[in-house]
């Protein structure tokens, strides 16, 4: 059986193929028309799932989609006349599309696809839920989702047994934790869905000078976790903005302009609200444990990508493991809608997988030697390509050099993380690396950390995460760190054993990689290691400020030649900027690099 899941027009709009509950393919649309946080109907990320899964739309025997979209155009109606006239602006620019396109979601989806099966359409939060707990390894397992909005619901807790999952409260809209960090991530300057990142980066240089102002002010939140905001601080139920005037009585000024200088005052913006969100999510899950009592917990949903919060809770005990969907935002929604179809309505059993169903998030497109030799000769790059030791031995020797390496092998990584498919890669040992990144590679702001990458049989060794971490959504302290000054200049100012993955409180987001979820990037760390004793790189996404996560070998090289990398490992082939990038290499380094098993 082969069932579709799409999710689409709101922001991170992408496509999935299930075949008999096994992912065959998953895929962001923005990867494909290099249009960030592309939201549109997923036209070329479908196609991709059907190729990779080698059939047609009129194969498909079912097509879920993410949500239910009359009980979210009711949620929009009522939000618009609650709020009338203040709402008119944004209620005359929504409604031609939802007129022309997403009230007749049904009859886009036939026609695209040219099929005539069944239709499914789960809550939003219904698709989140779904995404955590069934690829979860856990046969049983309390469930949070915690995001902006869906239909009318912004948070929900539930639990998952076998195939089935129950929701069993929820929190609604307009009072939202994800649409609170948003809201702050537009005064603070920074741009709504794709900006949280910065706010959560920019967070540790702050002070939490704001905490109370946003507990007596803004957030009533209960022990139980369950909350409500004061909306006249707010001005996103109408529609345009974020934020009110008043919020910016409170906080002493209007929003921050975007791309002017950063103030103290956003610094401890974000970090009081940073305490905030830590602190409502703790409650949840302490609140979620005592009714559910189950062991092991699952998260998905915007919120659950504040890696921060993540660690929090974790080392916090409440749950023995805790498992959350790394594509957790809107893109993930569309596995879920599938997972949803195969499991609730179709009724098919669930064994679950270990170390979970997600193949380490690698369901994206894959490119052969041949395809990738042929393009290099077309561009009269023609090279001989590598075994893989050689070319973990010679991009190790590279980054051990100071080298910054590109690093594009195998499927794309489905979800916002580089996890070692669509990476950049440096020595993370090096106290400029991190200055040099931002400024001369991603060419964005200089406060953002990066993250390690680690052996995860060597984790222990540099890193206090408590479990381990293969999507990135761990973060925890980086041992022998410790931070100096009091401002944006402090990172070059860290002790740390890892300077460049070191954030200014001591932390890192880890990724810990094994030997069977991604064999060669294992196989570098490791040449790394031989050469170096350190079995950590820095590794960022690939790409450049603006733009998505690079897809296709034509993405890589483009990217490459417009920034500072020095070298490219695209496939078995081996770039170079210059001849002398290539560092020569002492036999016993040689041998230690290419001699692993």
């Keep these: 059986m082969n069932i579709l899941g799409i999710s ?8 999935c193929l299930l075949r008999d509950g096994v992912i065959v393919a998953a895929a962001q649309e923005e990867r494909f028309t290099r249009i960030k946080h592309d939201a549109s109907f997923p036209r070329r990320a479908i196609a991709y799932c059907l190729e990779a899964g080698g059939i047609q739309g009129s194969d498909l025997d079912v097509v879920a989609y993410y949500d239910k979209p009359f009980l979210k155009f009711e949620r929009l109606l009522e939000s618009y006349l609650s709020y009338a006239p203040q709402g008119l602006p944004s209620f005359l620019k929504a409604m031609p599309l939802w007129l022309k396109q997403k009230l007749w979601i049904p009859d886009l989806l036939r026609k695209e696809l040219s099929f005539a099966g069944a239709l499914v359409f789960p809550e939003h ?3 989140h839920a779904a995404s955590a707990f069934f690829p979860s390894p856990f046969e049983q397992a309390a469930i949070i989702t915690t995001d902006g909005v869906g239909e009318w619901a912004t948070a929900t807790y539930g639990a998952g047994e076998g195939a089935r999952i129950a929701l069993s409260a929820e929190i609604q809209f307009p009072h939202s934790l994800g649409l609170l960090y948003s809201a ?15 706010l959560m980066g920019l967070a540790p240089y702050g002070a939490p000078t704001y905490v109370q102002a946003f507990r007596d002010e803004i957030i009533d939140l209960k022990a139980d976790g369950s909350f409500r ?8 139920p109408a529609g345009l903005r974020m934020t009110g005037r008043r919020l910016s009585r409170l906080f002493g000024g209007p929003p921050r302009k975007p791309e002017s200088t950063l103030t103290r005052r956003e610094m401890d913006l974000a970090r009081s609200v940073q305490i905030v969100i830590e602190d409502a999510v703790l409650r949840i899950a302490r609140h979620v444990k005592g009714v559910t009592q189950a062991p092991n917990l699952c998260m998905a949903g915007g919120v659950a990508l504040n890696c921060v919060a993540n660690g929090k809770l974790l080392r916090s005990g409440l749950f023995e493991k805790l498992w959350i969907q790394p594509a957790a935002g809107d893109a993930g929604g569309a596995l879920g809608a599938a997972l949803m179809a195969w499991h609730m309505h179709q009724g098919h059993p669930r064994t679950p997988s270990h170390p979970d169903a997600m193949q380490g998030g690698y369901l994206g497109p894959h490119f052969s030697d041949e395809a990738i030799g042929a393009l290099l000769a077309e561009k009269g790059m023609a090279q001989e390509p590598l075994d893989e030791r050689a070319l973990c031995g010679r991009v190790a020797a590279l980054l051990a050099a100071g080298k910054v390496v590109g690093w594009f092998q195998g499927r794309m990584e489905f979800g916002p993380r580089a996890l070692g498919a669509r990476s950049i890669l440096a020595d993370p040992r090096g106290r400029d690396m991190q200055r040099l990144l ?5 060419f964005r702001e200089s406060f953002r950390p990066f993250a390690p990458s680690v052996l995860a049989e060597a984790a222990s060794g540099s890193f206090d995460v408590g479990a381990e971490s293969p999507y990135m959504l761990l973060v925890g302290a980086v041992k022998g760190a410790h931070s100096h000054g009091d401002s944006l200049d402090r990172l070059a100012h860290i002790s740390s054993p890892l ?5 200014i409180d001591g932390s890192a987001r880890v990724h810990t990689v094994t030997a069977s979820a991604n064999p060669p990037f294992w196989r570098l760390l490791k040449a790394f290691d031989a050469l170096t004793g350190c079995p950590v790189l820095v590794n960022t996404s690939f790409n450049v400020r603006g733009e998505p996560i690079v897809c296709t070998p034509q993405d890589a090289l483009a990217c490459f030649e417009r920034t500072h990398m020095d070298a490219l490992a695209l496939g078995s082939y081996l770039l170079l900027k210059s001849p002398e990038s290539d560092p020569s290499l002492t036999a016993g380094a040689i041998a230690a690099a290419y001699g692993l098993d």
Excluded: P
């Design 125 to 127: 939060h219904e698709s």
């Design 438 to 442: 931002n400024q001369k590679i991603k």
């Design 8 to 15: 689409c027009w709101y922001h991170d709009a992408a496509a």
């Design 184 to 198: 702050i991530t537009y005064f603070c300057g920074f741009r709504v869905n794709s900006g949280e990142y910065k």
């Design 229 to 236: 905001l004061n909306m006249a601080y707010f001005a996103y």
């Design 499 to 503: 300077a460049a993955v070191t954030h």
